[in-house]
C-alpha cells in the first residue's frame, strides 16, 4: 500500500475565516490528487481533482471560489475552505492516484472534520 | 456517468459467519472494481482490485468476484470476526475517476 497523511485531523473555527487542509503522499509521488467530501452515513462525494502544477478540475456544483486547491508539489495538495460558514461543516478526505500497478488505485487521508461555529 | 448499488446499508452477522455484499453497476463495464473498508470518522483503506477479465480474487478471508455480464460484484468476507465491523465501499473507474457506491455497513456480533 501507500501512505497518505491529512492535517490537521480535525478543525474548528468561526463563521467567516479561512481553513487550511494539507494532504501529503508519503511515499510515493503523486500527480493527481483527489478532494472529497462526506457527510455523515453518506458516500462520498468528489468536490475536486487536483493536478500538480495545473489548475484543478472542480465537479458540477463545487465552487471554486469557496475551495481553493493548490498542488505545488507531487507529494502536496492544500484544500482552503474560504469565508467559511457552518454550512460548510463536514468531513473532508483526500486521496492520492497510485498508477504504478498500472491500475488507477486511490490512497486516502485520514480525513479532516471541519466545523465552523 | 455509473450509477452503483450496495445491496443494503446495514448487515448484521454472527462471528464466524460469511458475510456478502453486493455491488451493481448500470452503465459500461468498468476495466477493474474496487473495495475499500471505511472505519467511523476514518478515510477508505483499499482492500482488493478485481479486472474485468478476472472471475475472483482473494485475499486472505476475503474474496471478490466480478460478473460483467450481470453487471456485479460480490465481495465476502469469511470467518468473520467483531474487527470486522465496518462500512464497506466498492469503487469503479468512470471516466478520470473512481465513483463509489453508498457503501455497507457490517456489523459482526461476537
Known amino acids: 500500500g501507500a501512505v497518505v497523511s491529512q492535517h490537521p485531523s480535525r478543525v474548528i473555527c468561526k463563521s467567516g475565516t479561512s481553513v487550511k487542509i494539507e494532504c501529503r503522499s508519503l511515499?510515493?509521488?503523486?500527480?493527481?490528487m483527489f478532494w472529497y467530501r462526506q457527510f455523515p452515513k453518506k458516500s462520498l462525494m468528489l468536490m475536486a481533482t487536483?493536478?500538480?502544477?495545473?489548475?484543478?478540475?472542480?465537479e458540477q456544483g463545487v465552487e471554486k471560489d469557496k475551495f481553493l486547491i493548490n498542488h505545488a508539489s507531487l507529494t502536496l495538495s492544500t484544500l482552503t475552505v474560504t469565508s467559511a460558514h457552518p454550512e460548510d461543516s463536514s468531513f473532508y478526505i483526500c486521496?492520492?492516484?497510485?498508477?504504478?500497478?498500472?491500475?488507477?488505485?486511490?490512497?486516502f487521508g485520514p480525513g479532516t472534520r471541519l466545523t465552523v461555529l | 456517468s455509473q450509477k452503483i448499488e450496495q445491496n443494503s446499508e446495514a448487515l448484521n452477522i454472527q462471528e464466524g459467519k460469511t458475510a456478502t455484499l453486493t455491488c451493481n453497476y448500470t452503465?459500461?463495464?468498468?476495466?477493474?472494481l474496487q473495495w475499500y473498508r471505511q472505519d467511523p470518522g476514518r478515510g477508505p483503506v483499499f482492500l482488493l482490485l478485481?479486472?474485468?477479465?478476472?472471475k475472483e480474487k482473494r485475499k486472505e478471508r476475503l474474496k471478490v468476484t466480478f460478473d460483467t455480464t450481470l453487471k456485479q460484484s460480490l465481495f465476502h468476507i469469511t470467518a468473520s470476526q467483531p474487527a470486522d465491523s465496518a462500512t464497506y465501499l466498492c469503487?469503479?473507474?468512470?471516466?478520470?475517476?473512481?465513483?463509489f457506491g453508498a457503501g455497507t455497513t457490517v456489523t459482526v456480533r461476537a
Open positions: 486521496s492520492a492516484r497510485d498508477r504504478r500497478g498500472g491500475w488507477d488505485t486511490q490512497y
Open positions: 511515499d510515493f509521488q503523486a500527480t493527481t
Open positions: 487536483s493536478n500538480e502544477g495545473s489548475k484543478a478540475t472542480y
Open positions: 452503465n459500461y463495464s468498468p476495466a477493474y
Open positions: 478485481i479486472r474485468e477479465n478476472e
Open positions: 469503487a469503479l473507474d468512470d471516466d478520470y475517476k473512481l465513483s
